[in-house]
């Protein structure tokens, strides 16, 4: 796995800095962060230097445009009326995959960004099947439909796990959860687990490619910590239910920490005992890219904050989505990994160190808990998958 070079970058190193500038952006948070939070200055080290000198060069430093073929490829993507997903879906479809499953939670919008996939790409319905399907993470039942169309499918080659908030204000979704742990962490674990199976028995012809489950996160699980005091509270993934403790940064940011563990996990449980995965299962992360994702920033300022910062800063949504589909390329050597610009990185100290264990460890208990209670079969899917 690739050296996260930001640990190597000395006080004194504005060159190497410059360099690694071109490599490896990090992502919008640290920059916000840098702008927003109470001496920031004295708290710019080494490392967050890097990721923010990074950070303002990623719009003129885009990840490779993929260009393999995916014909004979059946490919799903959740989230995919909009933003990156959709531009991820426009790709694959543009590079030939001959089965698209766009997974949304509006059939409507659906079917509108059907119509533009087909627009865009210039070739007719016969050239490749797109179909649209109801994926709304807020409903468990809808989501267990969604994994048993894909069961009956003829064969699946990757499913990109995108769907996903930032939430501005603090809302609860159907069981309880504040909605950006239910979209991010709460159902994304649960189509993973439930997909895991699938894609395991996934039939393949000789020499073929492993079927790829990958997890859209965020260079943002790297620049949150997991205070103290919430590790001393008796359920840590409930300490972030709590409006009262509720910061729209460190939410996202640590809902995609806790999506950098659910994906590990899964990547234990899809790897045989030589190394080999029967399933690739990876995080990518597109860099800072425009999409509507902000979208809970309303008014005039906001607008024209976005408008400025993104044309400053940010990706095309394209060429952020770009990480999404070469992510499905990958092979062994991703099993498990962060993939980022073209780069395995190494993921944060609180995914891959001692401490990270077993933070990974609890939270991965405290998810699978809560979606039992739901959900209870996901515990006879789960020991299956252990066996
Ligand atoms: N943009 C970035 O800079 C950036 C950076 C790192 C990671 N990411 C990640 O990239 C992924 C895609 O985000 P984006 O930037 O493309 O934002 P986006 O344009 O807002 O797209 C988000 C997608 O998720 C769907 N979604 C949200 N809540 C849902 C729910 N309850 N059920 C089903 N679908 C739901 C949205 O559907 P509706 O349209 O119906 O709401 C939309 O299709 C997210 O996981 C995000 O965290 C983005």
Redesign the pocket.
Known sequence: MAQNPTEHVSSSAPITSLYLLSKYPP??STIFHFFTSPNSREKLTDTNMSRLLHFLTQAWTPPTDPTTSFAGKTIVI??????????AALKVYQLGCSVLIL????LA?GEVAKKEILNRAGKGEEEGRIEVWS?????YEILQAFVGKIGELERVDAVV??????GVKYEK?RYGWE?VL???VL?TALLGILLLPLLKAAKRAEGERVPVLEF?????HALVSVEQERREQQNLLGSYNREESFIPRVQ?QT??LFVMYIMQTLASLATLPDGKPEVTVLAV???????????GYEGVVAGVFKWVFGSLF??T?EQ?ART?VSGLLLGEEAQGGFWQSDVIREPAPLVTGEEGEGLRKRVWTEIVEALETDVPRVNEVLRKLEK
């Open positions: 992502s919008p959740t989230g995919a009326n909009s933003g990156l997903g959709f531009e997974g949304v939670r509006d919008k994926c709304d993470m807020d409903d796990l995108n769907a996903g908030v930032f979704g909605v239910q979209v991010n159902s859209v996160g965020s260079e943002g996202y809902s995609k992360c597109p860099g800072g890219a425009k999409s509507n994702l902000s979208r940010l990706r949504t952020g999404l």
